[in-house]
């Protein structure tokens, strides 16, 4: 039978009544595998790609340089995003769609603006929540005597410079890796449903982080991108929430920067904060208003979540990444 919404669409042909169930889940199993397989190869190399970058660059002339110019580690930044993650994701891409004829990524216009801005209120709000979340996991790790850190950029001073940060930290990578994670990842397995395909890429988002500070949020901030993706049926909107949780934190870098006052610093951020969490709880609740009927996709394969889940992770190439992020991870944690 063919499972139809309420408007008598069909949705999904999976129940053809001349297979079996035995037969439809190695199909889905199979399905689900080939995204497992295209992500991790996908995050091994861009750990290849990000290792033959930075030793390229210190062998060359521009190593001295990019040492001690705060501009050129931006530029740098860009190159590792579009070759690194976007070169590799839309390959990704392509061996999942080939032989489908449908693109890459949906890049289709939201269903309103309306929602699409509500939802990125939503979707920032659980950014702030997953900000705090992982500070007191930081908190709690360092108590037990372990030390977290992660990356650590330092903004220049001179605008030009800025300019370029702000689009290496703020721009780039809300564009490469929304397109890497809600689109080659979590569009394709929608059709498994939705809560799966959301929880899914925000595991893959962040295992990508490669540190215990980065990923705790980046889990969390996937979840929320993810489920606004996924109502408003736009890449764009996790594109638009992406963007707004980076440049405020670029915002707050710059501020640290240029105010020399610690209790001035203190005022201005919890002022700040205090807004902009009125903001996005004032947003949220119109998206809940907006929204009206709009419901996740149900998952209508032969498939259980746990079936699912290990369909997408159990494959050589997916082990392979997490290995490699996991020791990467390791080089982020020490005893204090």
């Not at 309306?114 to 992982?134: D, E, H, K, Q, R």
């Not at 394709?188 to 395909?197: M, S, V």
């Not at 919890?270 to 609740?285: D, M």
């Not at 190439?317 to 982020?332: C, D, G, R, V, Y």
Request: aromatic share 12%.
């Amino acid at each position: 039978m063919q499972k139809n919404n309420k408007d008598g669409d069909n949705l999904y042909n999976f129940y053809d009544p001349e297979n079996s169930l035995y037969i439809r889940r190695e199909n889905e199993k199979e399905s689900i595998k080939q995204i497992g397989i295209a992500a991790g190869l996908s995050i091994i190399a861009y750990v290849l790609i990000q290792n033959i970058l930075s030793i390229l660059v210190y062998l060359s002339p521009l190593g001295e340089i990019y040492e001690k110019d705060l501009t050129m580690q931006s530029v740098v930044s860009i190159f590792l995003s579009v070759f690194g993650i976007l070169v590799p994701f839309a390959a990704a891409g392509y061996y999942i769609n080939k032989g489908k004829g449908t693109p890459v990524v949906d890049f289709s216009r939201p269903v309103s603006i309306p929602l699409m801005l509500s939802a990125t209120a939503l979707g920032f709000f659980v950014c702030l929540a997953g900000n705090y979340a992982t500070s007191v996991f930081v908190n709690f790790m360092d108590a037990l005597g372990i030390s977290l850190s992660a990356p650590d950029y330092s903004p220049p001073s001179d605008f030009a410079g800025r300019i370029i940060y702000t689009v290496s930290i703020a721009v780039v990578p809300a564009l490469v890796e929304e397109f890497a994670v809600r689109g080659v990842i979590l569009q394709p397995l929608r059709k498994y449903g939705d809560r799966f395909a959301i929880l899914a890429s925000a595991l893959i988002f962040a295992v990508m982080h490669g540190n215990l500070i980065q990923a705790p949020f980046a889990m969390i901030a996937g979840v929320g991108i993810g489920y606004a993706v996924c109502i408003t049926n736009s890449i764009w909107t996790g594109v638009l929430i992406h963007f707004v949780n980076n440049l405020y934190s670029v915002i707050i870098e710059f501020l640290a920067e240029d105010i020399v006052g610690v209790e001035e610093f203190n005022t201005i951020y919890i002022i700040l904060t205090i807004a902009l969490y009125a903001v996005s709880v004032i947003g949220s609740v119109a998206f809940v208003i907006i929204k009206k009927q709009r419901k996740l996709m149900p998952s209508f394969t032969a498939l259980s979540e746990s079936q699912k889940m290990k369909a997408l992770i159990f494959t050589i190439p997916m082990i392979i990444a997490l290995i490699m992020m996991l020791k990467i991870t390791s080089n982020f944690i020490s005893a204090n």
